[in-house]
Nanobody, 124 residues
Framework: QVQLVESGGGLVQAGGSLRLSCAAS????????MGWFRQAPGKEREFVAA????????YYTDSVKGRFSISRDNAKNTMYLQMNSLRTEDTAVYYC?????????????????WGQGTQVTVSS
């Protein structure tokens, strides 16, 4: 069992930055591909970024490439999402996800554990 707790969400103006954190319980954090998803009101949950177990490779959805950066610290059981140049369309609840997968191509159906979500609101 893995428990995930997100933090770092909030309200920011367009063009600003936020850093999300996801703290994981348990001693098996390094065994999971970790990722971030987001869900805006009235929309389906969508993939944002993922990072493989050793942290050497990551993958992003096209809309955040060059603006967001995912990283992890296996010694601290923590994953991060640095979000720069935020846009109003980035407004959503952001969810931390853990998947027992050897690939960073995650879908909601391939996730084994979810966090409770943290709200990110970008104002114009």
């Amino acid at each position: 069992q893995v428990q995930l707790v997100e933090s770092g969400g909030g309200l920011v103006q367009a063009g600003g930055s936020l850093r999300l954190s996801c703290a994981a319980s348990g001693r098996t954090f390094s065994m999971y591909t970790m990722g971030w998803f987001r869900q805006a009101p009235g929309k389906e949950r969508e993939f944002v970024a993922a990072i493989i177990r050793n942290g050497y490779s990551s993958y992003y959805t096209d809309s955040v490439k060059g603006r967001f950066s995912i990283s992890r610290d296996n010694a601290k059981n923590t994953m991060y999402l640095q979000m720069n140049s935020l846009r109003t369309e980035d407004t959503a609840v952001y969810y931390c996800a853990a998947a027992n997968s050897g690939t960073y191509y995650l879908t909601p159906g391939s996730v084994d554990y979810w966090g409770q979500g943290t709200q990110v609101t970008v104002s114009s």
